[in-house]
């Protein structure tokens, strides 16, 4: 005789607790909290890599499949870097018998805080391989701010 085992869909992996994410990183817990709570018009969050380079804000994005020119629109208002894109890709197959069509589309969006001073003029923007890198001067007290942190000792009780 075989042995039967019953299955339970919280059991399975899928059904993850968003708790039990917590455990591992917070940051996954907010991700898997955003998208529970998305709409399906919402605009999705572009992620981002920001750092400084010298005395240059840099900002990346990944957007991969976008044309730069048609797609992606880089604004600046209210001392706030904002990136928008549009993605419509479509693919289809067709064989003798059968025919298949994907599509993928969406709206990203995603504003950056940016120091005092920054000026439009002065931002670059490129996208090389599916990256969008934008370039900015920091405005000098910016860029004070920004050295490189002194290393504190630590005292041993």
């Known amino acids: 005789m075989s042995d039967l085992l019953k299955w339970s869909p919280r059991a399975a992996s899928r059904w993850a607790s968003p708790f039990d994410r917590l455990l591992r990183s917070p940051l996954e817990l907010m991700d898997t909290l955003d998208r529970m709570f998305e709409s399906t018009t919402a605009v999705a969050p572009i992620r981002v890599e920001e750092f400084v380079d010298g005395k240059t804000l840099v900002v990346r994005a990944e957007m991969p499949g976008v ?3 048609k797609d992606v629109e880089i604004t600046l208002a209210d001392g706030y870097l904002r990136i928008h894109a ?12 059968r025919f298949r069509s994907e599509f993928r589309y969406g709206s ?4 950056i ?7 439009e003029e002065d931002i670059k923007a490129s996208y090389i391989d599916g990256v969008l890198e934008v370039r900015t001067p920091l405005p000098e007290e910016a860029a004070a701010q920004t050295e490189a942190p002194k290393k504190l ?3 041993r009780g």
Not at 108 to 111: H, T
Not at 113 to 119: A, F, I
């Open 67 to 69: 044309d730069p020119d």
């Open 86 to 97: 549009e993605r419509q890709e479509k693919e289809e197959h067709k064989d003798k018998d």
């Open 108 to 111: 990203f969006s995603r504003s």
């Open 113 to 119: 805080p940016l120091p005092e001073g920054v000026k």
């Open 153 to 155: 000792p630590i005292s």
